[in-house]
């Protein structure tokens, strides 16, 4: 290792969601899924999630502090866990899924105690901050299909992220700061899916696409549409009979036009995606009407590769 690289272990509940938020961050070298804080050598998943080893769900990442200090690690650490729950985090539950800080030196110790102390005395939790600050331990790699879970399973990942409660109390209480968006996405990607515009009709880039794939928020990567399902309303936009589940999307009433319309709108990543109108074919009636910069599509012979293999059955 070299003197630019260290350590850092975190537990906090489900270790699929553990990973995915600090991957994406510059200066992060490396994430593993493990289990710390037991007694058992090399336990197995099993062993762990039933509370009979003494360890936590955990990551370890080697980061490059000169990039990505320790202090931002910990800032990104609180807003991915419940730091008031004792029992575990959000569905799961037990001592396996219990949050905590395990620090490498003093150094790092020094930095938990303080940024656990400012986060109680910021006053966004009313009830008392019981995650952990413990001394770091042996740390056991977790089986290789959790690791880098998210990105081998995107759309279970995204399922159970849904599910877990995780993704809801994080909006509440660390509702996200978007404007980083404005470097991934072009001004009409942004424009779309951040301040609900309206590209042009027959001027984009799906709107007579003819090749099999899905379609999927061109934030999120969560997955919305099919080309099964995709037909040509006339409209000069992409048009969809049905998304790929009613989960897929959300709909609301929006009255920022003339006439009401539902507007259609990603479930995890909120993006403005286009409107649902009444006027279309097949049994349901509806014509989803989306624009193309709110998407990303992919390829059938290239959902495998992505992380999205289980929608192959759709085009059987």
């Avoid at 850092?8 to 990973?19: I, K, Q």
């Avoid at 009313?126 to 990105?151: M, R």
Wanted: glycine share 8%; proline share 5%; net charge negative.
């Amino acid at each position: 290792m070299s003197m630019t690289e260290e350590i850092a272990t975190f537990a906090g509940g489900c270790f699929w969601c553990m990973v995915e938020p600090f991957d994406e961050q510059e200066g992060i070298l490396g994430i593993r899924s493990g289990y710390t804080g037991g007694e058992t050598e090399n336990p197995a998943y099993k062993e762990v999630i039933s509370g009979d080893t003494g360890h936590r769900e955990a990551v370890q990442i080697t980061f490059d502090p000169e990039l990505y200090p320790y202090e931002k690690l910990l800032e990104l650490f609180w807003q991915q866990i419940d730091p008031t729950d004792d029992g575990g985090q959000f569905k799961d539950r037990g001592s396996s899924y219990r949050a905590a800080i395990y620090y490498h030196n003093e150094s790092q110790k020094e930095q938990a105690i303080q940024s656990k102390t400012e986060l109680w005395e910021s006053g966004k939790f009313n009830s008392p901050i019981v995650t952990e600050i413990l001394p770091a331990g042996p740390f056991y790699e977790a089986e290789e299909y959790h690791q880098d879970f998210y990105k081998k399973n995107a759309f279970r990942y995204a399922l159970y992220k849904r599910g877990s409660g995780r993704e809801a109390f994080k909006k509440e209480y660390w509702p996200e700061d978007r404007s980083h968006l404005r470097v991934s996405l072009n001004d009409m990607q942004y424009h779309v899916t951040q301040e609900n515009g309206t590209e042009p009709p027959y001027e984009n880039e799906y709107w007579d696409n003819k090749e099999e794939g899905l379609y999927v928020d061109i934030v999120s990567g969560e997955p919305l549409f099919t080309s099964k399902a995709q037909y040509d309303s006339g409209c000069g936009w992409p048009s969809f009979t049905k998304p790929v589940m009613d989960a897929s999307v959300k709909e609301r009433y929006d009255l920022s036009h003339k006439s009401t319309r539902v507007e259609v709108r990603s479930r995890e990543g909120d993006s403005h995606l286009g409107h649902v109108f009444t006027d279309g074919p097949g049994p349901r009636g509806l014509r989803y009407c989306i624009n193309s910069a709110a998407l990303r599509f992919i390829p059938k012979d290239r959902l495998e590769a992505e992380g999205y293999g289980d929608f192959l059955i759709l085009f059987k």
